[in-house]
């Protein structure tokens, strides 16, 4: 048998086989088996655990600044659940101190402004915030008569009215972020929040707390 023979016949069958593991590729990918759908369903429910966004928030009765992270999700992101990390200097106190605090914010809508611009104008929700130390408690101490405090001082929860502005970044100049959002909320806690409906002479600089923040959208 002649070489050039041989190399038709070798190349022919080198073209065949290729051709069926193509054909087999395919096949897998248009019907995935059922471990491929396990797994599709498992890296998914993964990937919706990475953050899709952080925040720096300056006051709000969660610390002098606090650093977090969080997601966004429902139809239009108008939901976000945060998570936060602060600190309280230590003033007149002994040493600074830690806070910890868990966010959930709702924006019912958005409106767009123009080149990039984009604003909520109505922000809201509620958060719970703890500072750590030995200091604070969650239930009242045996030097106190019993009921003499109604709240702990270790937990507060807060409610928060607010407003944004979001700068869409252009897409050729996105390097970590593709938006930046600046914000203000006016919050009070529920001790304040009861001091200001038992006592008429407290007026709303006394329960009212006013902070600022940005929000980078990372996803």
């Not at 998570?83 to 809508?109: A, C, D, E, V």
């Not at 959002?181 to 001091?195: A, R």
Request: overall charge positive; some cysteine; glycine content about 8%.
């Amino acid at each position: 048998m002649k070489w050039s023979t041989i190399k038709y016949i070798l190349a022919g069958m080198l073209f065949i086989l290729c051709g069926q593991e193509i054909a087999a590729q395919d096949s897998i990918c248009s019907h995935p088996t059922k471990y491929d759908k396990r797994v599709h369903r498992y890296r998914c429910h993964w990937e919706k655990l990475i953050p899709t966004h952080t925040k720096i928030q300056f006051a709000g009765n969660m610390g002098l600044l606090s650093f977090g992270t969080g997601w966004d999700y429902g139809k239009k992101n108008q939901w976000e659940t945060d998570i936060f990390l602060g600190f309280i200097p230590k003033y007149q106190s002994k040493r600074t101190k830690i806070t910890m605090t868990l966010k959930q914010n709702y924006m019912p809508w958005s409106l767009e402004l123009g080149k990039g611009f984009s604003t909520e104008p109505l922000s809201c929700g509620l958060y719970f915030n703890t500072v750590f130390g030995d200091q604070f408690w969650v239930h009242e101490p045996d030097r106190y008569p019993k009921g003499y405090y109604g709240f702990s001082s270790r937990i507060r929860s807060h409610i928060f009215l607010g407003q944004r502005l979001t700068y869409d970044i252009d897409p050729q100049r996105r390097y970590t972020a593709k938006s930046i959002t600046v914000f203000y909320e006016l919050s009070t806690c529920d001790f304040h929040l009861i001091s200001a409906v038992t006592n008429r002479y407290l007026r709303p600089k006394d329960y009212l707390s006013l902070s600022f923040g940005i929000k980078l959208q990372l996803l």
